[in-house]
C-alpha cells in the first residue's frame, strides 16, 4: 500500500478561469490527471467502519475502488462502482458529497474529507473514454415492467430492473431522454454528451425508450397494464415550478427557472451563436432564490451576455446552494442582494418588466432547519431590472394525481408510498424520488429508484410463487 497522504486539503482540481469560463458554457471543473487523483487517493485512510459508504444512498464501496486507483487497477475501481452506481459519471459531478460520503469522512476531523467525488468522476470518465466497453450479460425472465419517466431516479430502476432480467420500457414525456440532467443542469455543470453516454449504457442492457409519451394522457396506467406489464414504477420527478405569488409575476420578461433552463438545455441556447433559441433575456436580470437552481439561473443567465443579481431573503453563508456553486458564482461576476425579498415586479406602459421593489430583511431566530429566520423590516426599495427568473423551488408534476384518481398523495402533490415497499396505492404502481419526496438530489433519486427496483423484483417474485 502506498504511503498516506496527510495533507490538510484536497488535491486542487484544475478549472477554467472564471473570467473565461463566464462567457463560455464548457465544463468549468476539468477533472483530475491519474497523478491528481492517486495522490488524492493516498489521503484515504481505509477506515475499518468505512463511514463514507454509509452517507452514500446507493452505498458504493468506496474505500474499495479508491485502493484500485492506487493499484493501477481502473477497470476494477469502475467495477466497483458502478456494482451500485448506475450513473456514476454524473454522480461524481452534481453530487452534494459535501452532505454525504465525504461529510462522514474521519479526515473531516483534521482538514477537509477526501474528495471522493472527485476520484469517482476520474475513474467514471477513463470508463467513458475507453474505446471497449465489455458488454454486460443478461438472462432475460420476460417479464415487462414500466418505468414512467428517464431522470436519475427512472434511469437507476430500469438499469437495476433489467439486470435481474425483467423486460423493461423506460416512458418519457420529451423528445430527448434524461429527465433534469438534460433539461435542468447547465451544460458547464454537465455535459449534455456525458448524459447521453451514460443513457446509452442503460439502454445497452437491453432497456425499451419511449420517447414523447405523456403517461397519463397518450397512455394510462391501467392500459400499461393491459399491455402486459406487471408492476409500474413512477419517477416523473417535480417538474412543476413555485412562483411568489406578488402582483407582476405576469409580466412579460418573467421566467420560472424551470422554463428558462429547459429553453437553454432543451432548445440548445448553450451553443449560441449557432443556435438561434428562443430565449428573451435582457441586460439587468434578477434571479430570486439561493438553492442550486438558482445558481445554475444565474450562471447561465451571465453567460448569455447578461448583469445578473441573485435576490435572497437571507445572508450568503444561509443559501441552501452548494457553497462550491454559489462560490462559482461570486467568482464569475454575479451579484449578490442578500437580505432582501422581493414584494412586488414593476413594469412599463408595454407591461415588460422594468424594476423589482424589495423589503429589507433583517435574521432573527433559527427555524427548524437550523437558519436564522428571515424578518421583514419595513423598508424598501426598487431595483432596475428587465428579466426576472424565479428558482424557489419545484413541486411534484400534477399528472398522475389527476389523471389517477385511485393513487392518493399529500396535499402539495408528492405521491404517498409504503416506506418499505415503496408501493403507492394502487396495486403493482411503485413510485419514487421527487416525484414523492418533492424536488431532492440526483443521488438521494437514484437512491429511491434502486430501492423500488428491489422491492418490485421482491413484489413479482411472490406474485409468481402463488400461482
Known sequence: MAKFNMAKEKVKMPEQDPNVRNKNFKEVSLGYTLEMAKEESKRCLHCKNA??????????????FITEILNDDLDKAYDIISATNNLPAICGRV??????CEGLCTRLKTGEAVGIGRLERFVADYHMNKKYNKPVEVTSTGIKVAVVGSGPSGLTCAADLAKSG?????????????????YGIPEFRLPKTLVQKELKNVIGLGVKLQRNTIVGRTLSLNELFEEGFEAIYLSTGAGLPKFLNIPGENLNGVYSANEFLTRINLMKAYKFPDYDTPVNIGKKVCIVGGGNVAMDAARSAKRLGSDVTVVYRRGFEEMPARKEESEHAKEEGINFLNLHNPVEIIGDENKWVKAVKVEKMELGEADKSGRRRPKPTGKYEEVEFDTVIIAIGQSPNPLIKQTNKDIKTENWGGIIIDDTTTQTSKEAVFAGGDAVTGAATVILAMGAG???AEQIDLYIKNKHKEK
Open 51 to 64: 463511514p463514507c459508504k454509509n452517507g452514500c444512498p446507493v452505498s458504493v464501496n468506496i474505500p474499495e
Open 95 to 100: 453530487c452534494p458529497q459535501e452532505n454525504q
Open 450 to 452: 434502486k430501492k423500488a
Open 166 to 182: 425483467y423486460k423493461v420500457t423506460l416512458f418519457e414525456a420529451f423528445h430527448t431522454a434524461g429527465g433534469v440532467l438534460m
